[in-house]
Nanobody, 121 residues
Framework: QVQLVESGGGLVQAGGSLRLSCAAS????????MGWYRQAPGKERELVSV???????NYADSVKGRFTISRDNAKNTVYLQMNSLKPEDTAVYYC???????????????WGQGTQVTVSS
């Protein structure tokens, strides 16, 4: 099995910064894309940012210029640096990884348990 463990969430004032981390562990042959999603109360889960194994990145328009995604392939870890946070960034942030466990299973998506980010005004 594969586990994704997130850390780094918390409470911050508007304009502040937080750094989220997500480490994948378990039986892992390779990881394709890794990314961050978020879900605010009463809203659907939405993509925040994604990064491929080669380092290509994509961001939601709402976070461009404020958030930066990166990854350490040797550690199977993805990071999300969040700057200039706004109250509308408040949500549960989920890590996602597209993992190949080998054994002919192909790539499958795995999710972390989520970490709360709260931005006060």
């Amino acid at each position: 099995q594969v586990q994704l463990v997130e850390s780094g969430g918390g409470l911050v004032q508007a304009g502040g910064s937080l750094r989220l981390s997500c480490a994948a562990s378990g039986i892992i042959l390779s990881i394709n894309a890794m990314g961050w999603y978020r879900q605010a109360p009463g809203k659907e889960r939405e993509l925040v940012s994604v990064i491929t194994s080669g380092g290509s990145t994509n961001y939601a328009d709402s976070v461009k210029g404020r958030f930066t995604i990166s990854r350490d392939n040797a550690k199977n870890t993805v990071y999300l640096q969040m700057n200039s946070l706004k109250p509308e960034d408040t949500a549960v942030y989920y890590c996602n990884a597209n993992v190949n466990r080998g054994y002919g299973l192909g790539y499958n998506d795995y999710w972390g348990q989520g970490t709360q980010v709260t931005v006060s005004s």
